[in-house]
């Protein structure tokens, strides 16, 4: 294989070095031999560190990476390894993280986005469907206490506190405690922070349904948006082509019928 001459792309407290076709084997002695090369050009004791291949590599942003990491040439598996994108994040729900993980993997594995569509899709009809499990869906926000927040701030931990308070006083959680919550489906031009539940009260009440257009617009497809634009793909557009689903008529929700 012939490698292009290396592509050097800077990062905070880190650098990378794209070769262009190069296989693992000379990505090694390559990396190598650059930070043989650096070091030699500088006083001691500074001295460059080569670190790592990723085969494949995505870089979103500053900070914000993903790749197949291999640590040595020896090591035959690779490990999946991000930083600062939502695999690693703790701000959303677990469904959040597992469906672009499993989605990044299928990228690197077999470079078919059929494949990745049909997986995403799959994922979002379950949702619908009713079929998914809200363990994958629950937020989990940390309380800071009812005198820390702001007359009037629509946060979820809080909301949720003072609705448990009305009936146990007691029953106000611990400062740094994380306050589990879902969202549900409401009537139309309800404030979000209105649609917030304890997982217990949807597991409770079968009126009450996750609400899969916000699970899927808001938090599910914004993150995959984010990898896949990066190589002209329209994730949105995948979520535009599912069939209409059918809503219990029991259920409590801004319209019995969506069109997704």
């Known amino acids: 294989v012939t490698t292009s001459l290396p592509y050097f792309i800077f990062n905070p407290l880190s650098m990378f070095v794209l070769l262009k076709g190069a296989t693992k084997e000379q990505s090694f002695k390559i990396g190598q031999e650059i930070a043989e090369a650096v070091t030699a050009t500088n006083p001691k004791p500074v001295k460059l560190k080569f670190e790592k291949v990723y085969l494949p590599c995505v870089l979103q942003t500053k900070k914000r990476y993903v790749g197949y990491m291999y640590e040595t040439l020896e090591q035959k598996d690779p490990i999946f390894d991000a930083k600062g994108i939502e695999t690693v994040r703790r701000d959303s729900c677990p469904a959040v993280s597992k469906i672009l993980e499993r989605s990044l993997k299928l990228l690197f594995e077999t470079r078919d986005i059929s494949l990745i569509k049909q997986y995403v899709q799959r994922q979002c009809m379950k949702l619908l469907e009713g079929k998914a499990s809200i363990q994958d869906f629950i937020f989990a926000k940390e309380y800071r206490g009812s005198f820390s927040y702001k007359p009037g701030a629509c946060v979820p931990a809080l909301e949720l506190t003072r609705k448990m308070l009305t009936y146990d006083r007691r029953s106000e959680p611990r400062v740094g405690e994380r306050v589990p919550y879902v969202i549900i489906y409401g009537t139309p031009g309800v404030p979000l922070i209105q649609l917030v539940r304890r997982p217990v009260e949807v597991l409770q009440d079968p009126t009450l349904r996750l609400n899969a257009t916000y699970y899927m617009t808001k ?42």
């Open 219 to 260: 938090q599910i497809l914004p993150p995959l948006a984010r990898i896949f634009s990066l190589i002209g793909i329209d994730v949105f557009s995948w979520y535009h082509e599912l069939p209409r689903v059918s809503l219990p008529s029991s259920t409590c929700c801004s319209e019995h019928i969506s069109w997704l």
